[in-house]
């Protein structure tokens, strides 16, 4: 079985940081890009960050400066760096990645969600 499994959401006080983690395991034949999604309370589920396999980068205006994508391909593995957060940032943040196992095709695959609640 292909899966992703998530690390390093918490509670945290405005201003403050967190690194999120994704590992991607089992048996996988590639992976192309990488992204972070996030759901909050009463919103639609929305694109954080992304990175292609060939290291390009796409982020929400609404964390740029503050957040960075990164991912190591060998450990198939990608990151959230969370800097500088707000109350408005808090939301279950979803890993997703498009995988190729044992089909011919690419398909998209989620990891389970990570909570992440910023408040003093």
């Known amino acids: 079985q292909v899966q992703l499994v998530e690390s390093g959401g918490g509670l945290v006080q405005p201003g403050g940081s967190l690194r999120l983690s994704c590992a991607a395991s089992g048996r996988i034949f590639s992976i192309n890009d990488m992204g972070w999604y996030r759901q909050a309370p009463g919103k639609e589920r929305e694109l954080v960050a992304a990175?292609?396999?060939?290291?390009?980068?796409n982020y929400a205006d609404s964390v740029k400066g503050r957040f960075t994508i990164s991912r190591d391909t060998a450990k198939n593995t990608v990151y959230l760096q969370m800097n500088s957060l707000t109350p408005e940032d808090t939301a279950v943040y979803y890993c997703?990645?498009?995988?190729?196992?044992?089909?011919?095709?690419?398909?998209?695959?989620w990891g389970q969600g990570t909570q992440v609640t910023v408040s003093s």
């Open positions: 997703n990645a498009d995988v190729k196992s044992s089909g011919l095709y690419y398909f998209s695959l």
């Open positions: 990175v292609t396999s060939g290291g390009r980068t």
